[in-house]
């Protein structure tokens, strides 16, 4: 606040006492006094009127300033109305109260957003876990009728039949097996999709799950391949590791990030090479698959973003990227994501 | 035959789990004695770790836990309570049979053999009467697949050489399974690896 700003705010009571000064100095004068006297009079009071001025603006300036710093050290802005100090003159008491209720209702609604949040987030962790017994169930059984199937192709040929190739009895067994297997993928599919809705929960609570602890990258990297791989070698990628360094992070996380940007290479480039790199604290991941349009890739880890490639695909959430990105900023990971359109795409994981 | 005790309380999860136990040479069985544990964390009354307590108090067999959560914590426990192993749900059962394989193998040899033909697995050599020819590992990994089930498809191959991170796709598996074929052929090993057409290979 400047000077002439609160001098604005006075406006009124200054005119009233111009005008005052005026008709008393007009009245004195019709009263024959002494026109010395009358200036002392007249003077006197406009320097009191200054030092008025002056010692209220200051005063005023420091309540301002208190309110500033109250205002800048208060994290949440909606509490404000708890922890001013109470005026005195009975305008301000009134919008005193009034921002006392505001701040009272603003604390409710956000408490109860906060518990529903917590409500939600804890039945989708728990929905995840339950999710998982018809998915692990679901997979067992495949096994079995898998099992079936190579039994009955077994009994059909027996030992005693030695050629260098054999016929299955009938036609519908390699077809039988590769639908299993195309099963089996759709629910590794299922199971990758509640992994990120997991992760999602997680990035909206941080803090929450993080476990950091002393990890070597190459385990991290061969987790992440070995959980993927229904889906790699469906896509017939290749994929090729090197190097080894130990880090200090949440290797569960990590792992997740890292299936993620590996189910992007089986979506995205199906039967590309994929080279996956450990060293001076960075892992990268380089693919020679479709790549991205420079002009997308600034985009690409917004959230609910689908580029061409997404589009041109289909089944694509734009959410994957997004939850690497938060989960990166969460663990302090530098994320750079470099492509060239048609050449490849290279994501480096910075842990310094 | 080595006798594996399954604690799950999902009954289809029980059911199938005890199957594929059997159908792989294993006796699934309710309660001790057993060589090896599969134990479900989250169990109605008592949990996974509560259990697998108790049995630390006067048995040392392995322990493999099966679980549905995700935290890191949960790991730490199973490892405090003294189990060996943690598979998170849904588990690939090729990934479920090599882990209590490598639990179960403390005792067995690394050789392998079939009718004439001998493999060790620790040398990557290969034996045939008085031959023998050595191996890569993509080989050694392959035709120990072939040893250990009558008959394998294509994905198992491919899958049980990934599970050793030896990451191959079909095309070299075709490859690799010819250069087998070759030498299996120079050491006089004759036709011993057939294919099946449309499911995959066998001895």
């Known amino acids: ?20 000064l005026i008709i008393f100095g007009a009245f004195f004068a019709a009263a024959g006094m002494d026109p010395m006297f009358l200036f002392i009079m007249a003077l006197s009071f406009l320097l009191l009127c200054l030092l008025w001025l002056l010692v209220s603006f200051l005063l005023t300036r420091e309540r301002f300033r208190k309110l500033d710093s109250i205002a800048d050290s208060l994290p949440e802005k909606y509490l404000l109305g708890e922890v001013l100090p109470k005026p005195s003159d009975p305008i301000e008491l009134a919008y005193y109260r009034v921002m006392k209720l505001v701040s009272r209702s603003a604390l409710g609604q956000a408490e109860q957003a906060k518990r529903d949040k917590e409500d939600y987030c804890e039945y989708v962790e728990s929905w995840i876990h339950e999710m998982k017994t018809p998915l692990t169930a679901s997979s067992l059984i495949l096994t079995k009728a898998q099992e079936a199937v190579i039994e009955s192709v077994l009994l059909a040929n027996p030992e005693s039949h030695l050629d260098a190739e054999i016929e299955p009895d009938r036609e519908a067994v390699p077809v039988l097996l590769d639908s299993l297997e195309r099963l089996r993928r759709e629910l590794k599919r299922a199971d990758n999709l509640t992994e990120s809705i997991l992760y999602y929960a997680r990035i909206r ?12 990258a190459d385990a991290l990297i061969q987790d992440a391949v070995r959980s993927q791989m229904e889906l790699l070698i469906a896509a017939g990628i290749h994929i090729e590791t090197e190097g080894n360094f130990e880090l200090h992070t949440d290797g569960r996380t990590v792992t997740f990030i890292l299936k993620q940007l590996l189910i992007n290479c089986a979506k995205y480039c199906p039967g590309c090479h994929v080279r996956i790199a450990a060293q001076d604290g960075q ?28 589009k041109r695909t289909g089944g694509s959430t734009g959410m994957g990227l997004y939850i690497v990105k938060e989960l990166c900023t969460q663990l302090d990971i530098r994320l750079e994501i470099t492509s060239t359109e048609g050449a490849y795409t290279r994501v480096a994981l910075n842990f310094l | 035959m080595d006798r594996i005790l399954v604690i799950e309380d999902d009954a289809a999860i029980r059911t199938e789990l005890c199957e594929l136990l059997a159908a792989n040479g294993y006796k699934p069985v309710g309660e001790l004695p057993c060589e090896l544990a599969l134990l479900d ?18 048995s040392d067999v392995p322990v493999i836990f099966l679980t549905a959560r995700e935290s890191a914590e949960d790991e730490l426990v199973a490892f405090g309570v003294g189990g060996d192993d943690f598979i998170r749900k849904p588990y690939n059962s090729s990934v479920l049979l090599a882990r209590i394989a490598r639990l179960l193998k403390r005792k067995s040899s690394p050789v392998l053999k079939v009718r004439e033909l001998t493999l060790n697995l620790t040398e990557m050599t290969v034996h045939f009467q008085e031959q023998s020819a050595e191996l890569t590992r993509n080989e050694t990994r392959i035709l120990a697949c072939l040893m250990q089930k009558p008959l394998c498809t294509r994905t198992e191959i491919i899958e049980d050489l990934w599970n050793n991170s030896l990451y191959v796709d079909e095309n070299t598996l075709y490859v690799n399974i010819n250069r087998l074929r070759d030498k299996l052929h120079r050491i006089g090993a004759e036709n011993y690896i057939r294919t099946v057409r449309g499911v995959g290979y066998r001895l």
């Open chain 1, 1 to 20: 606040m400047r000077f002439s700003e609160y001098l604005y705010s006075k406006a009124v009571t200054l005119c009233f006492l111009a005008i005052g």
């Open chain 1, 205 to 216: 609570t941080p803090g929450k799950e993080i476990q950091i602890g002393d990890v070597s």
């Open chain 1, 283 to 310: 892992i990268t991941l380089e693919d020679d698959g479709i790549g991205i349009p420079s002009y997308e890739l600034p985009r690409v880890t917004e959230r609910g973003y689908t580029g061409t490639n997404g």
């Open chain 2, 41 to 58: 964390v989250g169990l109605p009354q008592e949990n996974g770790y509560e259990i697998c307590r108790k049995l630390r108090q006067h």
